[in-house]
């Protein structure tokens, strides 16, 4: 009996990088945020002032789940800066503790601006999911802590 090959566990990266080298252009990763947006948040951004970061927050471990791009713009009447992490999702299926992964991400950004001396920013993080299943949009009072 012929052993089988175990199917790969990187086919999520053609399209990592198709998304991530399409919304690294500023065009497309405006059009995307005008047509995508809820429309209270779209509305507060001042979309002129787009501009791609170099930065990236991912640990090793959660690098295994995302890659990352990190736009920032002013928003508001105070025209605050605010970071808008665009995270590419590599799982293939809904995964409910997504909201645990974003937290340690923004706490990521959040400590990296503390230790640079710079203010902390609002930050809006977008997951692009790509797996068959609907996503499951859940509040955290479903997350399972049992």
């Known amino acids: 009996m012929t052993k089988r090959k175990q199917p790969r566990q990187d086919i999520h990266q053609p399209h990592d990088k ?29 979309l002129g002032s787009l501009e791609l970061s ?12 995302f890659s990352d791009l990190v736009y920032k713009c002013t928003y508001g009447q105070g025209k605050q800066t605010i970071s808008i992490a665009l995270l590419f999702e590599h799982k293939s299926r809904p995964d409910r503790y997504i909201r645990l992964q974003l937290l340690r991400y923004m706490l990521n950004m959040w400590e990296a601006q503390r230790n640079n001396k710079i203010p902390l920013t609002p930050i809006l993080p977008i997951v692009f999911y790509h797996g068959q299943q609907p996503w499951i949009n859940s509040t955290l009072s479903l997350l399972n802590f049992a």
Not at 22 to 39: E, G, K, M, Q, V
């Open 18 to 46: 198709f998304f991530k080298e399409a919304l690294s252009r500023l065009d497309i990763a405006r059009d995307y945020i005008i047509n995508f947006l809820p429309t209270n948040i779209r509305d507060k951004l001042h």
């Open 54 to 65: 170099k930065d990236s927050y991912l640990t090793k471990e959660l690098h295994k789940s």
